[in-house]
């Protein structure tokens, strides 16, 4: 019923910036938990940082000061603006909808892919 549509992956260079998007097909959220979560080769997927409807954030240790999420409610997306890019962050970067309200539901954006290389 929702589905989670995510742009802005690529190839950047060490110390570069990306911004991912994440865009939901239906309108109306009101009480959730959005994320994004990262899986790098042969590693578990990590959280990487969270936005509550009511406003507070939270990041992981590993990209606190240089990652940034945000929401634009007009446009049903969230985002996640990657500031001085590091060889580790290079993952498929995933976006997550934990709806608390009228669906009850948990949905998964397809993945996007960064990677950070010379």
């Known amino acids: 019923q929702v589905q989670l549509v995510e742009s802005g992956g690529g190839l950047v260079q060490p110390g570069g910036s990306l911004r991912l998007s994440c865009a939901a097909s239906t309108s109306g959220f009101s009480i959730y938990i959005m994320g994004w979560y990262r899986q790098a080769p042969g590693k578990q997927r990590e959280l990487v940082a969270t936005?509550?409807?009511?406003?507070?954030?939270t990041y992981a240790d590993s990209v606190k000061g240089r990652f940034t999420i945000s929401g634009d409610n007009a446009k049903n997306t969230v985002y996640l603006q990657m500031n001085s890019l590091k060889p580790e962050d290079t993952a498929v970067y995933y976006c997550?909808?934990?709806?608390?309200?009228?669906?009850?539901?948990?949905?998964w954006g397809q993945g996007t892919q960064v990677t950070v290389s010379s």
């Open positions: 936005i509550l409807s009511s406003g507070p954030k």
């Open positions: 997550n909808l934990k709806d608390l309200g009228w669906t009850r539901g948990d949905y």
